[in-house]
């Protein structure tokens, strides 16, 4: 596991509840699968975001920035950059 999958992993961890309702993973290991399983992805910006959405068919239209770092599949990482979770 490299330190950046470890960095999703651990923030996902931590704020599952957010997307998942309750708790429902245990370690860090469980997070990493659950992220590989969903095909979860890292991106840079909420543009980043909007664009990724909008090629993969989601209505994002009059989403403002703030609904769409608010929404529950969108974990800010410590770096900076955003994990998107499509579960």
Known sequence: MDGYEL?????FLKEQ??????EV??????????????FAVVLDSVKD???????????IQGMSDDDILDS????????GKYLVVEA
Do not use: Q, S
């Open 7 to 11: 960095e999703c992993a651990e923030v």
């Open 72 to 79: 529950a599949e969108v974990f800010e990482l410590p770096c």
């Open 25 to 38: 993973l245990e370690t860090v290991e469980e997070a990493v699968d659950f992220l590989e399983d969903c």
């Open 49 to 59: 975001i909007r664009e990724y959405w909008d090629e993969n068919g989601m209505d």
């Open 17 to 22: 509840e957010k997307l998942l309702g309750e």
